[in-house]
T-cell receptor, first 108, second 119 residues
Framework: RKEVEQDPGPFNVPEGATVAFNCTYS??????FFWYRQDCRKEPKLLMS???SGNEDGRFTAQLNRASQYISLLIRDSKLSDSATYLC?????????FGKGTRLHILP | EPEVTQTPSHQVTQMGQEVILRCVPI?????FYWYRQILGQKVEFLVS????????KSEIFDDQFSVERPDGSNFTLKIRSTKLEDSAMYFC?????????????????FGQGTRLTVV
């Protein structure tokens, strides 16, 4: 079983829609959690950290459920510029582990 | 805004040759990482480095790979004898050593990558 699992997509959603991504991690010793965004042929860039209490940054909301080992990302009022691959990232010890990513296409 | 810089942006090398990929992490960061991403595939962890030594490495990081922090600013990845399957984008990352509490760690910042093509 992969340590970080995500639905690869693609998710094709119309502009303005709300879209949610899920991620599960298998190692309960995982310490910190992040969502990164990666545009085609570019480096991953931090979108947001994920805190136990859940957190919001503008149109983006992240949730963490440690009991279920589950992380989510919600994007509201999606924009064309949100089209990218969204990477679920887990820190365990000194190792940052990436999921395969979920591709999102926002349709005009 | 401070950033991680990598050079070169693209390196073409012949199979069997040695390559050195260079990175300048963010200056006050103390954790350093190398990742690779084969075209169309996931970002794969290679190695993490802290306090002048490797703290974690993956099964990909075999004897052909080594890392070094030769001075106070550079962090290098050396591949001793490149193979065709080493062709990938290599990303360097760094993070702040400050642990907010026992369960958190600040995020890693990535360089723009070096595209390695082995021919």
């Amino acid at each position: 079983r992969k340590e970080v699992e995500q639905d690869p997509g693609p998710f094709n959603v119309p502009e303005g829609a709300t879209v949610a991504f899920n991620c599960t991690y298998s190692n309960s010793a995982s310490q910190s959690f992040f969502w990164y965004r990666q545009d085609c042929r570019k480096e991953p860039k931090l979108l947001m950290s994920v805190y136990s209490s859940g957190n919001e940054d503008g149109r983006f909301t992240a949730q963490l459920n440690r009991a279920s080992q589950y992380i989510s990302l919600l994007i509201r009022d999606s924009k064309l510029s949100d089209s990218a691959t969204y990477l679920c990232v887990v820190l365990r010890d000194d190792k940052i582990i990436f999921g395969k990513g979920t591709r999102l296409h926002i349709l005009p | 805004e401070p950033e991680v810089t990598q050079t070169p942006s693209h390196q073409v090398t012949q199979m069997g040759q040695e390559v050195i990929l260079r990175c300048v992490p963010i200056s006050n960061h103390l954790y350093f990482y190398w990742y690779r991403q084969i075209l169309g595939q996931k970002v794969e962890f290679l190695v993490s480095f802290y306090n002048n030594e490797i703290s974690e490495k993956s099964e990909i990081f075999d004897d052909q790979f080594s890392v070094e922090r030769p001075d106070g600013s550079n962090f290098t990845l050396k591949i001793r004898s490149t193979k065709l399957e080493d062709s990938a984008m290599y990303f360097c990352a760094s993070s702040d050593p400050f642990r907010q509490d026992a369960l958190t760690h600040t995020e890693a910042f990535f360089g723009q990558g070096t595209r390695l093509t082995v021919v």
